[in-house]
């Protein structure tokens, strides 16, 4: 039998569903079939780097049977990279390679991925079988494929591969037809390699992936963090390069870690072999997980995330652990409890190699022949009106009843008599509901705003507006940035006076904040800026805490200023009388918070939990707790608390400045109260924002302050407040990117750093592994 094995995905950029086509291409043949794979190749240059986001292509020699369909470009998709090749030379190379070839069946692999997949099955009228390897249930990018006709294309197909009842859930949700589930193949060595046998407490732990938020490495990595500092474990990573995996980090001294990059399938099974678990913490969007089954090969077990695709793969207990996706405690303690079983390793090694039997190649490569035969036995329709059904794909190939696509409960959705999933699914349609109640009223008040001031009255207040006060206004908020960073500088230097800080690090770590701040809901600018600060510090984990007691620190200070905004406007205005004296109370709540924050140590010392888990949660606090002490050292430090007070306040008094500029520039001439006013209003309602950057809620609190404190038109208000709120964004972006270029970061890392920033807390061990005794259930 002559088969072309269709990829979408670049050959030297090799995923999952490449090294599935390279290694059925290698059993087909062995089983005396010629398969041929036709797949776009990027050459290693300079111009595949770009096309690729900086990623670089493998090295790797076209072996005879694969025909080179040209270049690719990387384009994110699902949590990852797809590398697609999108040009007509591709699509012509393509055609003319199966028209020529003399095929008996084309296998066309991922047929939802564009461009290459979709003109096989429009083009071609050989028998065809495509494989769905993908696993997603994102109703936007499925739907935009069956609104360019990907579901029609299908019907084309005579036979339909899903790798797992997760990949068949996404074809028959969104394309509908029949699926039969052959998972990926394993190559299982003939002779079982020799397994290495470590103490109680020493741990050899794998990682195998790229280093992109779905793979979960961000997750692993503060498990292991905290595995490190009780017991003597290793890290091995393979896939991401070391500044990938430094950029991700929260430790980027990488203690504990070996980063081996890319490797070839001979380096990746020796090293597979010589672990003693492999850890795969994806976050979900698996179908499979091809890496589950390559460790059981060599005869090693797992602890994975309890997602659909794993799920399937791990026989929990048995083979290998599943723990919640995201749960750094978790995978912590999972880990921590094989480093110091090892008899339970060893029992788990060997159900690991029994179960890989099952994806053992030949046994796989049988059931995808199978399904080739089954393809070549359709029956061609016989009628014309048939005919013409089948190739514009309006019937099914296959000569069966046509499957329209169907609704149906995620595979990943838990079951509907558990009521933990109950409650998650409760929370997650109470944060939806939310989001989407925050963005309708966004909307709604956008909306109403704009009926009653009028489109042509705020154009017209723009109109009027100078542009020299406006850049006037930027360069002061610039050199606000400045001052900030001065006195954060100060603040560090009183609370962690041994650390290795620069005042350029601060600028650097308090600029990225800003950007952040700018671009995330829920601020998460405050982490952001301490993570980095407390990995130029050394000993992150450590430093955290502290560096988060400086925040509380500058907040303080922060307060003390709006107080003295607050002040300002009181005296200049008669704002808070026929019952607007909401704003005033929203003074209370920064203060308040505060209050509670250091109030917190006393509260724990005075109430004792016997739960324990409220125990332990009420320890970990406490112990926060004197952390954050120690970020408050710089008020009894003459010389650094004058310092930071100072330079804090003179920030606030730029921003000031800065308001007032941008009132000199709409024609505004209500002085410097006013300005005060504002900038008071805005940062009050920031700080809970309901928005990035408080958008929307930033223009009325604008509005209702100038209109009805300071008479001010409404138009002229609202166009001051967009113009305020792009200068700020502006001033972000001008000292945010900057920053993040010198310190050799990128937008996402700091992102996935500051959702992933709560250190792992492990339990003490107990005292039989702390005497090096073991202890085996």
């Known amino acids: 039998m002559r088969v072309a094995l269709v990829s979408p995905y670049s050959w030297t950029y ?18 005396g079939h010629d398969a041929r794979v036709l797949a776009p190749f990027d050459p290693v240059d300079r111009l595949s780097t770009r096309l690729h986001r900086g990623a670089e292509p493998q090295a790797r020699e076209a072996p005879d049977w694969l025909i080179p369909l040209g270049r690719t470009f990387g384009v994110p998709a699902n949590g990852a990279v797809s590398n697609l090749a999108v040009t007509p030379t591709a699509v012509a190379r393509l055609r003319n390679a199966l028209a020529t070839g003399g095929f008996d069946v084309v296998h066309v692999h991922e047929p939802n991925a564009p461009l290459l997949s979709w003109d096989v099955m429009a083009s071609c009228r050989l028998p065809m079988v495509g494989t769905f390897h993908c696993f997603s249930a994102n109703a936007l990018t499925n739907g935009a494929g069956v609104a360019f006709g990907a579901a029609r294309q299908m019907h084309r197909l005579h036979e339909r591969i899903a790798v797992s009842d ?13 699926y039969r589930v052959i998972p ?162 060893q029992t788990m090694s060997e159900a690991a190699r029994r179960s890989a039997h099952r994806y053992a190649w030949p046994r796989i490569a049988s059931r995808v022949v199978g399904a080739y035969e089954d393809a070549m036995a359709a029956p061609a329709p016989s009628r014309a009106v ?74 017209e207040s723009f109109v009027r507006s100078s542009p020299p006060w406006v850049l006037l206004a930027l360069a002061v908020f610039t050199l606000s940035m400045l001052f900030r960073a001065i006195s954060w500088h100060a603040i560090l230097r009183a609370a962690i006076p041994d650390a290795p800080l620069r005042q350029v690090d601060t600028f650097r770590a308090t600029a990225i904040g800003v950007l952040m701040s700018a671009t995330l809901p829920a601020r998460l600018g405050e982490p952001s800026r301490a993570l980095i600060i407390s990995r130029r510090a050394g000993r992150p984990r450590e430093r955290l805490p502290v560096v988060l007691g400086t925040l509380v620190s500058q907040t303080l200070i922060n307060v003390l200023a709006l107080i003295l905004l607050g002040t300002v406007m009181i005296s200049s205005i008669r704002l808070f009388k026929d019952g607007d004296g909401a704003l005033l109370t929203l003074t209370i709540a920064p203060l308040a918070l505060l209050l509670l924050v250091l109030a917190v140590p006393y509260l724990l010392r005075q109430r004792r939990f016997h739960h324990p888990r409220l125990r332990s949660v009420q320890q970990r606090v406490r112990g926060w707790s004197h952390a954050l002490r120690d970020g408050l050292r710089v008020f009894i430090q003459p010389r650094n608390g004058s310092i930071a007070v100072s330079a804090q306040l003179f920030a606030w008094a730029l921003q000031w400045l800065g308001c007032y500029l941008l009132l000199r520039a709409f024609g505004i001439h209500e002085g410097l109260g006013a300005a005060a006013a504002v900038l008071f209003a805005v940062n009050v309602t920031a700080v809970l924002p309901a928005t990035p950057s408080n958008l929307g809620v930033f223009q009325a609190a604008c509005v209702a302050v100038l209109s009805a404190g300071y008479g001010v038109g409404q138009a ?13 964004l502006v001033t972000a972006f001008l000292v945010g990117m900057p920053a ?6 990128t937008w996402r890392d700091v992102r996935m750093r500051a959702l992933h920033a709560s250190p792992v807390d492990l339990p003490p061990l107990p005292a039989q592994h702390r005497a090096g005794a073991e202890v085996e259930s």
């Open 716 to 728: 002229d208000a609202l166009g001051y407040g967009i113009v305020l709120q792009a200068v700020e």
């Open 386 to 459: 048939a005919r013409f059904a089948v190739e514009h794909g309006l019937r099914p190939a296959d000569g069966r009843e046509l499957v329209t696509p169907q609704r149906m409960p995620r595979p990943d959705a838990p079951p509907a008599d558990d009521v933990a999933g109950r409650r998650a699914r409760r929370r997650r349609y109470a944060r939806r509901g939310l989001v989407a109640a925050a963005g309708v009223g966004t909307v709604g008040l956008a909306a109403l705003g704009l009926q009653r001031i009028g489109l042509d009255s705020i154009a």
């Open 166 to 178: 997760a990949a068949a859930w996404t074809g028959q949700r969104f394309y509908g037809g029949r």
């Open 184 to 345: 990926n193949g394993v190559h299982v060595p003939e002779v079982a390699p020799e397994r290495p046998r470590r103490d109680a407490g020493r741990l050899r732990i794998a990682f195998v992936g790229q280093a992109v938020e779905r793979k979960g490495l961000p997750v692993l990595l503060r498990a292991f963090d905290a595995l490190r500092e009780q017991l003597p474990v290793e890290l091995v990573v393979i896939g991401p390069s070391e500044e990938e995996v430094r950029r991700v980090a929260f430790d980027e001294s990488l203690r504990g870690v070996t980063v081996l990059g890319r490797v070839d399938d001979e380096t990746k099974a020796r090293e597979l072999a010589d672990a003693d678990v492999l850890c795969a913490p994806s976050l979900g969007g698996e179908s499979f997980g091809m890496v589950l089954t390559e460790a059981f090969a060599q005869g090693v077990p797992v602890v994975a995330s309890d997602i659909v695709g794993y799920r399937d793969v791990v026989s929990a207990g048995r083979d290998g652990l599943l723990v919640p996706p995201g749960d750094a405690q978790a995978l912590a303690h999972a880990l921590r409890d094989l480093a110091l079983r090892p008899a339970r390793r």
């Open 740 to 745: 993040m270029l010198a310190e050799g970061v």
């Open 14 to 31: 090799p995923g999952g569903v490449s090294r599935h086509i390279e290694a059925l291409a290698h059993e087909l043949h062995a089983q």
